[in-house]
C-alpha cells in the first residue's frame, strides 16, 4: 500500500513538475511571440506649435514713385544709395524735354485752329429754297391760266353773239343748230344759239367783236357780203375760239407741272434740310471732339512745363533709401517705371510658408538671430502678404516673377545694427488659441485611404487568465502640431492608446503592456 501511495505521489509531483515547465515555456513563447506596447491616455489640452523660416531688414515705410512718362532719363539714384529730403532721385535730359514741349505746344496750337474751322462748318450753308422759286413759277402758271380762260370766255361771248345775230347761218353750216364740237360757254356748257346774254356776256360779245374785227380776210365778192353780212366773220370766230380753247387746255398742262414741280421741290427742300442739319449736327460733334483733344493736349502741355519748372528732376520728399530701381541712364520712359525707396527706419520681415500663416498671429513672441549675433526676443506686430519676386530683400533677382509671400513684421530689437536687406533666422513657440477635448499622440494615430484610427488595448478573462489584445477606434482628425493630433471619436478617459509597440501591431492581434 505504501509502495502505491509513494507511487501515485511520484507521478503527482512529475505533473506538477510538467505543468510548471509548460507554463515557463509558454510565458517565454508568449512574450516572443504577443507583441509588447506602450499606451497612453487621451488628454484635454492645446496644441503647440514651433515653426520657423528666414527674414530680411526691411525699411519701415515702403514708397513707390513713378517716372513720368514719355521722357528720356539723363542719371538715376542707385539701389542700397541713401538720398536726403530734396536731393535728386531722378534726373531727366532737358533737351528732350524741351522738344517735347515745343512738339505739344504745335500740337495745341494745330486742335485749336481746327477746332475754329470746324466751328465754321457748324454754322451751316446760306441758300435760296428751291420751293421759292418752284412757286413762283406755279404762281405764274396759274395767271396764265386765268388770263386764258378769260380770253376764252370772251372769244366763246363773241361766237354765241354773232349766232344770236345772224340765226340764218346756222342751216347748211358747220356750227347749225348748236355750238362746234369743243367750243363751250365760260360755264363749261355748249352755248346756244339764240339765247339771251347777260350784260357781261354782252360786253364778252363786243369785246369779241372787236378781236373779230381785227382779223383782216380779203373780200373776194362785196356783193355777196352785203347780201349775207355774217359769212365773212363766222370763221374768223371759230378759230378764236378754237384757238382760246387750246391756250387754255395748254395753260392747264402748265399749272400741273408746275404743281408737280413745286411738291418735288418742296420734298427737295425737305431732304436738304435734313441734310444740312445732320451736317451741322456732324460738325458740331466734331467741334466738341476738338476741344476735348484741345484741353488734353493742353494739360500735357502744362505738365510738361511742371517738369521744366523742376528742372526736370524727381525728389526726395524725405530721407530715404533706394530699395529697387532697373532705370538704365539714357532710356525713354513709358509711366510704368517705377522707383522704391524705403524710409522711418529698419523693422524685421519673417516670411512665412503657406502651412504656418494661419498660426502666427499679432502678440506672438518669436527668437531671432541676425548672421552670427545672439538669439534676441521680438513680438510680432502683423502679418500680411506681399505680392513680388523680392519681397525678401534687395538682392534677390527683380526680373524673377512675382508671387505671393507671406510674412510677419516686428520692429527692430534695441541697440541693434542693420542695414537693409540684412538677413536673420526665426522661430516661433506657440499654443493654439482652441483647447481640444481629446489630444493622441502623433505616434497613435494610424491614417489609410479609408480614413484615421488608432488602436486601444482591450481586456478578455479566459482560462489561461486575462488576454490582451487591440481594438480599432475611428477617429476625425481637427488638428496636428509636431506631436500631437486633435481628434474627435469616441474614445473614453480611461481608454488605453497603444502609442508605441515594439513590431507591427493591428486589429484582434494579442498585445501586453510593456512594464
Avoid at 150 to 155: L, V
Avoid at 259 to 275: H, I, P, R, T
Wanted: charged fraction near 25%; hydrophobic fraction near 40%.
Amino acid at each position: 500500500m505504501e509502495i502505491k501511495t509513494k507511487r501515485a505521489v511520484r507521478i503527482l509531483a512529475v505533473f506538477l513538475i510538467l505543468m510548471v515547465l509548460f507554463t515557463i515555456l509558454s510565458r517565454a513563447a508568449a512574450s516572443v511571440l504577443v507583441a509588447q506596447v506602450q499606451a497612453g491616455k487621451p488628454g484635454r489640452g492645446k496644441l503647440s506649435y514651433t515653426c520657423s523660416g528666414e527674414g530680411s531688414v526691411v525699411p519701415v515705410q515702403e514708397n513707390l514713385v513713378f517716372l513720368w512718362p514719355g521722357q528720356q532719363v539723363e542719371w538715376a539714384a542707385d539701389v542700397g544709395s541713401t538720398v536726403k529730403s530734396g536731393d535728386c532721385l531722378v534726373q531727366f535730359r532737358m533737351e528732350y524735354l524741351q522738344q517735347a514741349i515745343e512738339g505739344k505746344q504745335a500740337e495745341l496750337t494745330q486742335l485749336e485752329l481746327q477746332a475754329q474751322q470746324q466751328q465754321v462748318s457748324a454754322r451751316g450753308n446760306a441758300r435760296v429754297p428751291s420751293a421759292e422759286r418752284a412757286q413762283q413759277a406755279l404762281a405764274d402758271a396759274r395767271r396764265k391760266l386765268q388770263d386764258a380762260r378769260q380770253k376764252e370766255a370772251d372769244a366763246q361771248a363773241a361766237y354765241d353773239q354773232f349766232q344770236t345775230a345772224y340765226p340764218q347761218q346756222q342751216s347748211g353750216e358747220q356750227f347749225a343748230g348748236e355750238a362746234p364740237s369743243g367750243l363751250l360757254a365760260p360755264g363749261g356748257q355748249p352755248a346756244e344759239a339764240g339765247a339771251s346774254m347777260s350784260g357781261g356776256q354782252a360786253a364778252a360779245a363786243e369785246s369779241a367783236s372787236g378781236i373779230a374785227g381785227n382779223i383782216q380776210e380779203p373780200v373776194e365778192d362785196e356783193n355777196a357780203a352785203v347780201q349775207n353780212p355774217g359769212s365773212s366773220r363766222q370763221p374768223e370766230l371759230e378759230n378764236a375760239l378754237r384757238e382760246a380753247h387750246a391756250n387754255v387746255e395748254a395753260a392747264q398742262q402748265s399749272v400741273i407741272q408746275a404743281q408737280n414741280e413745286y411738291n418735288f421741290a418742296l420734298k427737295e427742300d425737305a431732304a436738304q434740310d435734313a441734310n444740312e442739319a445732320n451736317a451741322v449736327q456732324s460738325a458740331q460733334l466734331g467741334v466738341q471732339a476738338l476741344n476735348v483733344q484741345v484741353d488734353t493736349a493742353r494739360k500735357a502741355l502744362e505738365l510738361l512745363l511742371s517738369y521744366q519748372d523742376a528742372g526736370g528732376k524727381i525728389c526726395a520728399k524725405q530721407d530715404c533709401i533706394v530699395l529697387e530701381s532697373g532705370i538704365q541712364a539714357g532710356t525713354f520712359t513709358t509711366g510704368a517705371e517705377v522707383l522704391v525707396t524705403g524710409s522711418g527706419g529698419w523693422r524685421l520681415r519673417g516670411r512665412v510658408s503657406e502651412q504656418d500663416r494661419e498660426k502666427l498671429k499679432s502678440g506672438v513672441e518669436a527668437e531671432v538671430r541676425l548672421g552670427a549675433g545672439r538669439k534676441k526676443t521680438v513680438r510680432i506686430e502683423s502679418t500680411g502678404v506681399e505680392r513680388g519676386s523680392n519681397a525678401g530683400g534687395s538682392g534677390e533677382n527683380p526680373n524673377a516673377p512675382q508671387q505671393l509671400l507671406y510674412c510677419w513684421y516686428a520692429a527692430l530689437p534695441e541697440n541693434t545694427r542693420a542695414d537693409s536687406g540684412d538677413s536673420f533666422e526665426w522661430t516661433v513657440k506657440a499654443n493654439s488659441e482652441k483647447e481640444y477635448e481629446q489630444l493622441i499622440p502623433l505616434s497613435a494615430l494610424r491614417e489609410e485611404m479609408g480614413g484615421a484610427y488608432c488602436l486601444i488595448i482591450s481586456e478578455e478573462e479566459t482560462m489561461l487568465g486575462v488576454v490582451q489584445t487591440a481594438k480599432r477606434i475611428p477617429v476625425a482628425v481637427l488638428e496636428k502640431d509636431s506631436e500631437n493630433a486633435a481628434v474627435e471619436s469616441t474614445l473614453k478617459d480611461t481608454d488605453r492608446v497603444i502609442v508605441l509597440s515594439e513590431k507591427y501591431v493591428q486589429e484582434g492581434d494579442r498585445v501586453r503592456i510593456k512594464p
